[in-house]
């Protein structure tokens, strides 16, 4: 359900920006919203949720343009390190997950680089030496840079 979910939401998602009062679009994407959330474990709790509270909290960022500014670059990330979860994902998108994620982005002219709202690599090294729990800082401190 929630690899349908994907499917639906990369090819929904752009389609309010043509038909703003398009009710059956919306709704569409609102029932793939609904389904993604069908996951085995839950995602609020996943790496690019963590790392985006962190400089999220600290700087004012809304949740959801923290998820756009890291979520295709902890995709990279989890492809190295869970390749197979990584690939079930990119092959029930029709491609590498990652990039298709940050092209969505770039799709919908949402924000893709942290460096926009002035942060630099001081502070983002300092929320990945704080979030290293699970994580080496090296990963993260990348994986914040990979998003400047």
């Known amino acids: 359900m929630a690899l ?3 499917r639906c939401l990369f090819d929904s998602l752009p389609c309010p920006k043509a038909s ?6 919306r709704t569409e994407n609102q029932l793939a ?3 993604s959330f069908t996951l085995p474990s839950a995602s609020a709790g996943g790496l690019s949720h963590t790392m ?10 809304p949740h959801g343009v ?3 500014l890291l979520l295709p ?3 990279r ?3 190295r390190s869970m390749p ?14 990652a990039n298709l994620v940050y092209q969505l982005l770039a799709t919908l002219d949402l924000p893709q680089h942290i460096g926009q709202y002035g942060i630099g690599e001081t502070e983002l090294r300092r929320a990945a030496t704080e979030l290293a729990v699970k994580l080496p800082a090296e990963d993260l401190i990348a994986i914040y840079i990979s998003a400047l």
């Open 4 to 6: 349908d979910a994907n």
């Open 20 to 25: 703003p009062e398009d009710v059956d679009v």
């Open 33 to 35: 919203a609904w389904f």
């Open 52 to 61: 985006g509270k962190q400089i999220g909290a600290r700087h004012g960022i």
């Open 66 to 68: 923290t998820s756009c």
């Open 73 to 75: 670059h902890v995709m």
């Open 77 to 79: 990330y989890l492809a």
């Open 84 to 97: 197979q979860r990584m690939a079930v994902l990119s092959e029930g998108c029709g491609g590498d997950a």
